[in-house]
């Protein structure tokens, strides 16, 4: 039965994941060192170093919508190879940055080159995945992006402490121009075919697609969870005394990530959506309440896992939902109101986690988090879960 099989690892499959990697690991490469040159060698205030984080991400939120029009219209390879392009570009102009304002100009540039590439990315292997293999497929793919989010930070900071602000840099740039070359690598003949002469539309399909919205706000609801964890956990293992396994604590979440995956999107192309997305609730609220009581590295960790576990497949099952809730030829715009709409609740989580951490412990808050992940099942179930379980019904009846 698995050769009759459509094949999932072509050249354009790998070549996406393999660009999309590299965009993200320059990405997490720069978030984490860029408030250190803002500090540090540009002698910036603080607010000044978060406010380089808050401009790339406006940016790359504001950009997305025309992306995924200009996908529709142009193609997602033409689209991809501009922002790549655009992207790498932006990188070479961190070093002639030598103040805040040019630095501010230079985040709102690469921010726009990154919404763009990651709107492209995420079209184009929707586009290559094979439909009976969409879970599957999707899982990979975004399977990249956590591997960068565990690479890079830590590339980045070594970097950085032991070589240099231009060493630094150099990788950054080397990092985006791989990304660069991998998507050379990408051929979409068939695109060419798909596209034509676009109707006119109204104002709101041209910005976003109405259809992703229900789960790009779900997945914006537990972004604010999720926010918590990148932004303070490695503050929270130092209150703990666990500095010294911070950086593991990713590590153990792509691992379990990389372990689970091949099963996780076998059963959401057999199951359907809601066989997997309850029990992964579930599991990251189990990880937030560990994580919120952990006392020893081995809890810590074990937080990680359970992290990895639950919001890990949450986040490319949310995404998946949200191409196959729209029909093929808005898939592009399916992709950039998720990924906007999620960055917006990335955003919001950081500024009202910050404010909650100010008030109570990172321990009670984690702890307090377990409650609203929750909750989020009853969002799911009325937002996406209901209308996909009818859907799932209809499927075995017509069988």
Request: aromatic residues 14%; contains cysteine; glycine residues 10%.
């Amino acid at each position: 039965m698995n050769e009759t099989r459509p094949p999932l690892w072509t050249r354009n499959f790998i070549g996406i994941s393999i660009s999309n990697f590299f965009l993200f690991m320059t990405f997490y490469f720069l978030l984490v060192t860029v408030p250190i040159f803002v500090v540090d060698h540009l002698g910036g205030e603080k607010s000044q170093a978060g406010l380089m984080i808050t401009v790339f991400l406006i940016s790359a939120i504001i950009i997305r919508p025309f992306s995924g029009r200009w996908i529709e219209r142009f193609g997602s390879r033409v689209i991809l190879l501009c922002s790549l392009l655009l992207f790498f570009g932006a990188t070479l102009l961190y070093f002639l940055a030598d103040s805040v304002g040019i630095l501010l100009v230079v985040r709102f540039l690469h921010g726009i080159g990154f919404g763009m590439a990651t709107t492209a990315a995420g079209s184009i292997a929707a586009m290559t995945v094979p439909h009976s293999r969409r879970g599957e497929g999707m899982g990979y793919f975004i399977l990249s992006t956590n591997f960068a989010m565990v690479i890079g930070p830590f590339l980045g900071l070594t970097a950085l402490q032991n070589w240099g602000v231009n060493a630094m840099l150099q990788i950054a740039a080397g990092s985006a121009f791989i990304g660069l070359l991998s998507g050379l690598l990408i051929s979409l003949k068939e695109e060419k075919k798909m596209r034509g002469n676009l109707p006119p539309m109204k104002l709101k399909d041209a910005i976003f697609e109405v259809k992703a919205i229900p789960i790009a706000l779900t997945g914006a609801f537990f972004a604010i969870v999720y926010s918590s964890i990148l932004s303070f956990v490695s503050v929270y293992a130092g209150e703990l005394g666990l500095s010294h396994v911070a950086s593991y604590f990713f590590i153990v979440y792509a691992v379990v990530l990389l372990l689970s995956r091949p099963t996780t999107g076998k059963w959401y192309d057999l199951h359907g959506p809601n066989f997997i997305v309850y029990p992964a609730i579930i599991l990251f609220a189990a990880g937030m309440v560990i994580l919120g009581t952990a006392d020893s590295a081995v809890m810590f960790l074990t937080a990680a896992a359970f992290a990895g576990l639950g919001w890990g497949t949450l986040f490319p099952t949310f995404q998946t939902i949200a191409i196959q809730a729209s029909p093929p030829k808005r898939a592009a715009m399916a992709t950039a109101t998720f990924l906007s709409v999620f960055d917006i609740g990335i955003g919001l989580g950081s500024f009202l986690v910050g404010l909650a951490a100010a008030k109570v412990s990172l321990g009670d808050l984690y702890t307090y988090s377990t409650g609203y992940v929750l909750a989020g099942i009853l969002l799911y179930y009325f937002l996406q879960g209901r209308k996909l379980r009818k859907e799932k019904r209809k499927e075995i009846n017509a069988a």
